[in-house]
C-alpha cells in the first residue's frame, strides 16, 4: 500500500463525486478503480454523492460494475435519494407531481409516495419536485404552477446546475427547470437538496457515523462539490480531471491573496491533478 498525503491522515470515509472524478461520459478516468480499491483495503469507507437525479442508485451500481468498481445502492446518494428521503422525514405517502426523470420518480416511489401525471386534480397534490428533465414542456410547467399558486403544493427541488456537462459541449441543467416553476409563480423551492447546500454530505456522516475532520469529499467543481464539503466542515479535494481547470485554480488563488472579495468555502484543502495525487511521491 503506498503512503496516503498527510492531508488524508486519520480519514475513513471518502465521499466520491462521479462524473469528472471517476468517470467522464462512458469512459472511466484512468487509476480511479485502483484508487477506490486501495482506499477500501485500508478500510475507509467509500460512498458516492451526485446531483444527477435522472437515474436510479441501481442504475449507478451497474454503470460501476462496467468499470469494475463493485458497490451496493446504499453507497449512492444522488439528489434524487436525498431529496426522496428528506420528503418522506416531512409527509409520509404523499402525492407528489414530479418535474424530473426515473431516477427521481423511482427514488419517491420506492418511499411510498405517488406521483401524479399533469391530468390529475392539482388540488390533491402536496409536493412539486423539480430536478433535469429531458421532456420538460409546458404543460407540466402550467401544471406545476396550478399545484403550486391554486393548490397546496409545497415547492421544493432536487438541484440547481445551470449547465450539464455532456460529449457534445454544454446542455442545460436542473437549475432551468427550478427557474422556469420559480417565474411563473413567483416563489423560490423552499429548499434545493443538491450540492452547494450540504444537506447530502450531512445525511452521509448521519447515515455512517463518521465525524466531518474524518471525512473527505473529492469533487471537480468548487462551485458544487468543494463548496457543499466546505459548508459541511468536511475535508475537501479538487481533482482536475473534470470541470475546473488549472488555470482556474490559479486565479481564485491569486484573488484570495489579493483577498478580493471571495467565499473561502470555494476553496479546497488539496488540488491534485489526478487521484494518484492522495499517494506521496
Ligand atoms: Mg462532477
Known amino acids: 500500500m503506498r503512503e496516503l498525503v498527510d492531508e488524508l491522515k486519520n480519514i475513513e470515509l471518502a465521499i466520491f463525486d462521479l462524473d469528472g472524478v471517476i468517470y467522464r461520459g462512458d469512459i472511466l478516468i484512468s487509476n480511479s478503480d485502483k484508487v ?17 437525479s435522472t437515474v436510479t442508485r441501481q442504475m449507478y451500481v451497474d454503470r460501476l460494475k462496467g468499470f469494475n468498481i463493485n458497490s451496493e445502492v446504499s453507497d449512492f446518494y444522488t439528489s434524487a435519494s436525498i431529496t426522496s428521503e428528506e420528503i418522506t422525514n416531512q409527509k409520509q405517502n404523499a402525492t407528489i407531481f414530479v418535474i424530473g426523470e426515473i431516477g427521481l420518480k423511482e427514488e419517491l416511489k420506492e418511499k411510498g409516495h405517488t406521483i401524479v401525471n ?32 391554486q393548490g397546496k403544493a409545497q415547492f421544493y427541488a432536487t438541484n440547481s446546475d445551470s449547465t450539464l456537462p455532456a460529449a457534445s459541449g454544454l446542455l442545460p441543467g436542473a437549475g432551468v427547470m427550478v427557474n ?19 444537506y447530502g454530505i450531512q445525511m452521509i456522516l448521519n447515515h455512517t457515523n463518521v465525524s466531518p475532520d474524518k471525512s473527505v469529499i473529492f469533487g471537480d467543481r468548487l462551485n458544487t462539490d468543494i463548496l457543499a464539503g466546505n459548508r459541511a466542515r468536511i475535508n475537501t479535494i479538487l481533482v482536475l480531471t473534470g470541470v475546473t481547470t488549472e488555470r ?17 468555502n470555494l476553496i479546497p484543502n488539496l488540488v491534485i491533478k489526478s487521484l494518484l495525487g492522495i499517494f506521496k511521491e
Open 36 to 52: 477506490i480499491q486501495e482506499l477500501k483495503d485500508i478500510s475507509i469507507k467509500v460512498v458516492y454523492n451526485s446531483n444527477n
Open 118 to 149: 399533469p391530468t390529475s386534480n392539482y388540488k390533491n397534490v402536496d409536493f412539486v419536485i423539480v430536478g433535469l428533465d429531458k421532456e420538460f414542456n409546458y404543460k407540466k410547467l402550467a401544471f406545476a404552477q396550478n399545484c403550486i399558486l
Open 180 to 198: 422556469a416553476v420559480e417565474t411563473c409563480t413567483n416563489k423560490k423551492p423552499l429548499k434545493i437538496f443538491g450540492k452547494p447546500n450540504p
Open 248 to 264: 482556474e485554480v490559479k486565479k481564485n488563488q491569486e484573488k484570495a491573496i489579493r483577498s478580493q472579495v471571495i467565499d473561502k
